[in-house]
């Protein structure tokens, strides 16, 4: 609303009694045209007038006492360009106006004229008889209805109630605005006073001077008011409770400088000032970079300068905290002694030559070149419970170093390692630099724990993340999003660890030198029983005074019966529950186990659960002995081949994998490729459905692994040859015949060796890889490398059964012979 043109309030309103008698008929008038502005009769109104046709326009009505007629100009619309300056048309004017007359006019400095209008009657307009320079219409005076009755004092009243809450609430209204309504008689010349002091628009206003019959003009500004005082209460209740907070911080920050000077008096600084002064002490005795220090000392200088209520305060104070806890420069000195770090890992660890020896040769290179060895990230790859994150202490105390781990399973948000910005609330660093405050030096031995277990979703990708820290060229300069700026990692021992590689994205696995660690023989796992896991369970049940005895047999069949896994956490675990039993025995002064034998370890822990696969009895036709990789270790997978009536279809059951499938009919096709080596009628094909089963039907199976062992039962059971039942056999079949390598060697060699085969089948170019598996195991095996599958065929396939007959009966006619030439 545009409080400058509100009404002047006359000392007295105009009675209808005292109005002079309009004018009979049309009359010519000058018109006035007015924007965002309505005078309504009776009402004394300022006004600003600047176009020069409307000067022109008040200096004739004035001279030649014409009468004046103010009427409002129509809104344009928002997109019509509406110069302040531009006189407006006949078309752009409303047709009912205001006769008014000049009660002063005043010229000002600006050029405009200031004029105190008082409205008489309503009049419309009926034609425009000039328009330059300034309008002139043939006009006439309307009449209002009026009736003074019950309804109309009923809302009178309303009105003037309504009325005096608007002018209490809206502080822009003069206190007597609603003195001056009070003494208001008449409806019309109330609703024309209500609506020349609420807020209204051009339109409204322009409804209500149209608006002839009092009674109706009166209904329509009580609509008005309602919502203006609805408008204004809402304001009022919005205004109370700004007050209130701005009191209440007002009043709070009185009472602190108060206290503030009270403490200066006593010689006593508030607790804000000390917590300055305790960071800037912090900050001087702290060693930091340059970059980093000149970060900080912006931070708190802009934290000195904020009031102690502030809501960055906080956040500051934490950001501070974190940089003055960080390690930026402290270091431990590494033990560089090869023998040293050689004994403790040797009594703290059996086996893993490969990870032992990449850590002696880490050290020895530190040892020669300190300056310029580059950043290692190491990544354990191998089966659960193979001691991979034991090995990482380990290295940590052979090097002196400490010791962290972050378990990187599940993380699917990018934040995790990269950290919040300082603009989330709750925001705090990554993983990777809340780590390295927990570890306290530069250097630490860094484990990064299950890195095949991160997950990705719409809050990015942790692994991506992941290659700033794992890069050497990259970590010298880590980018934390909370820090926002550079830390140096290139001093930490990175070490990941990892079930299978799969799950790795290519770009993150190449940046790790991958030591795998395969699974424990049954020899090493009984040998780190005898070595670590017995003491250990000994000393955690207390049993250290009078220890039982664990037979080897004992520990066999823990091995081979009660666990079934590559590394020895489960071996440990029934370890325990046999010292438990041992332990509630003492504790129950019962004659305690002195020895733990098969029986016994039978009687507390149940029947073995685990019966490995076992080799048949007799050689059989259509039935191989394959060999297979799993996580927990190296299993035997028998193939079973069954042929029966149909039309030349394959059956493949046992919960193939695709890849397994594929060497299924590739070793299909290449028996049907050389069936006339065999003397097999190809007909026979096309009316012999192959049923292919592999037992354990739950277990999903998958790999090409198996490709000759289903060759093998295939021959055999179209051939009618048996199966040597003491050969088992491994390796990738082509449509030609030819063998091609596999991987998981050690773990198939140790299942074989464990199910007491005598003949392993190989492929020729696995040969090499012959150098990790222990020579006692090899001791025990008759190796064949195989290139084709004619080779294979020579050591598992025997004669048919019919063959050996006719042998057999030329061996009897020829003996027969030999007596009769006698």
Not at 88 to 101: A, D, F, L, N, S
């Amino acid at each position: 609303m545009d409080w400058d043109n509100l009404p002047i309030l006359p000392d007295e309103f105009f009675d209808p009694s005292d109005e002079r008698e309009l004018e009979d008929g049309p009359f010519e008038a000058i018109l006035l045209p007015l924007r965002e502005l309505v005078v309504y009769p009776q009402m004394v109104t300022p006004l600003y007038v600047g176009r020069t046709p409307s000067l022109i326009a008040l200096e004739a009505a004035s001279k030649e006492e014409w009468p004046l007629v103010t009427v409002a100009q129509i809104p344009v619309a928002e997109d019509f360009d509406d110069d302040e300056d531009t006189y407006p048309t006949p078309e752009q004017i409303y047709r009912v106006g205001t006769e008014v007359t000049i009660a002063r006019s005043i010229r000002l400095p600006d050029g405009t004229t200031s004029v105190i209008a008082q409205g008489y009657a309503r009049v419309r307009i009926l034609e425009f008889i000039q328009t330059e320079p300034y309008l002139i219409a043939l006009v006439e005076n309307v009449q209002e209805t009026s009736e003074n009755t019950p309804l109309v004092e009923a809302l009178m009243r309303a009105v003037l109630a309504m009325f005096e809450k608007v002018v209490h609430l809206n502080h822009s209204l003069p206190e007597e605005a609603y003195i001056y309504a009070m003494n208001v008689e008449q409806p019309g010349p109330l609703a024309d006073l209500v609506a020349q002091m609420v807020d209204l628009n051009i339109e409204e206003r322009q409804e209500l001077l149209e608006t002839l019959d009092a009674v109706e003009r009166l209904q329509k500004i009580s609509a008005h008011v309602a919502r203006e005082l609805d408008v204004l209460e809402l304001e009022d209740q919005i205004q109370s409770r700004v007050q209130q907070e701005v009191d209440r911080s007002q009043r709070e920050y009185f009472l602190r400088e108060q206290m503030r000077a009270i403490q200066r008096e006593l010689g006593e600084s508030d607790v804000f000032t000390q917590e300055v002064t305790q960071l800037r002490e912090q900050l001087e005795q702290a060693e930091l970079p340059e970059h980093v220090r000149q970060r900080a000392e912006e931070e708190l200088a802009r934290l000195s300068m904020m009031p102690p209520m502030a809501p960055e305060i906080g956040i500051i104070r934490n950001y501070l905290d974190w940089i003055l806890t960080l390690p930026w420069t402290k270091a431990t000195v590494d033990n560089l002694n090869l023998q040293n770090a050689a004994q403790v890992l040797e009594s703290r660890h059996y086996g893993l030559p490969k990870a032992k020896e990449r850590i002696l040769e880490y050290i020895a290179v530190r040892k020669l070149a300190p300056e310029k060895i580059r950043s290692t990230i190491l990544c354990f790859v191998g089966p659960p419970g193979t001691g991979k994150t034991s090995l990482g202490r380990s290295i940590a105390e052979a090097l002196g170093r400490e010791f962290v781990r972050v378990s990187l399973g599940g993380v699917r948000d990018e934040a995790e390692i990269r950290g919040h910005r300082r603009t989330y609330i709750g925001a705090l660093p990554g993983r990777i630099i809340q780590t390295m405050r927990r570890a306290g030096t530069l250097n630490p031995v860094f484990m990064l724990d299950e890195i095949d277990k991160l997950g990705q979703d719409f809050r990015g990708d942790p692994s991506s993340a992941l290659l700033e820290v794992l890069d050497p060229e990259q970590n010298h300069a880590f980018s934390d999003h909370y820090l926002e700026i550079s830390y140096d990692l290139s001093q930490v021992l990175f070490i990941t660890t990892a079930n299978i590689l799969d799950t790795i994205p290519p770009a993150l696995e190449d940046r790790m030198e991958v030591i795998e660690f395969p699974g424990y023989t049954e020899e090493e796992k009984i040998e780190i029983a005898r070595r670590f896991l017995i003491p250990r369970q000994l000393d955690l049940n207390g049993l250290e005074t009078q220890p039982p005895h664990f037979t080897n047999s004992t520990l066999h069949l823990l091995v081979q019966g009660y666990t079934y896994e590559a590394g020895v956490r489960n071996l440990e675990r029934e370890i325990g529950s046999l010292c438990r039993k041992a332990a509630r025995r003492l504790a129950e002064e019962k004659r305690p186990l002195t020895t733990i034998t098969t029986r016994t370890t039978e009687r507390y822990l149940g029947a073995p659960r685990y019966l490995h696969e076992r080799l048949e009895k007799q050689d059989q036709v259509g039935l191989a002995m394959g060999m297979a990789w799993t996580p927990n270790g190296g299993d035997l997978l028998p193939v079973e081949v069954a042929l029966i009536p149909g039309k030349g279809g394959l059956t493949l059951t046992g919960q193939m994998g695709d890849v397994m499938q594929e060497s299924a009919q590739a070793a299909s096709t290449y028996l049907r490729s050389h069936a006339d080596i065999w003397s097999i009628d190809p007909e026979e094909f096309d009316k012999t459905d192959v049923h292919v089963h592999l037992p354990d039907g739950a277990i999903p199976k998958d790999g090409p692994s198996g490709g000759i062992t289903m060759a093998t039962a295939m021959i055999s059971a179209f051939t009618g040859c048996p199966v040597r039942h003491d050969v088992a056999m491994t390796g990738e079949i082509t449509l030609r015949g030819r063998v091609l390598p596999v991987g998981g060697l050690k773990e198939k060699l140790l299942a074989a060796h464990r199910a007491r085969v005598k003949i392993v089948i190989l492929p020729k170019r696995n040969e090499p890889d012959l150098q990790e598996i222990p020579k006692n195991i090899l001791r025990t095996l008759d190796l064949v490398f195989a290139e084709t599958m004619e080779q294979v065929f020579e050591v598992a396939l025997l004669p048919a059964p019919d063959d050996l007959d006719d042998e057999a009966q030329t061996e009897q006619d020829t003996d027969s012979e030999s007596v009769a030439v006698e």
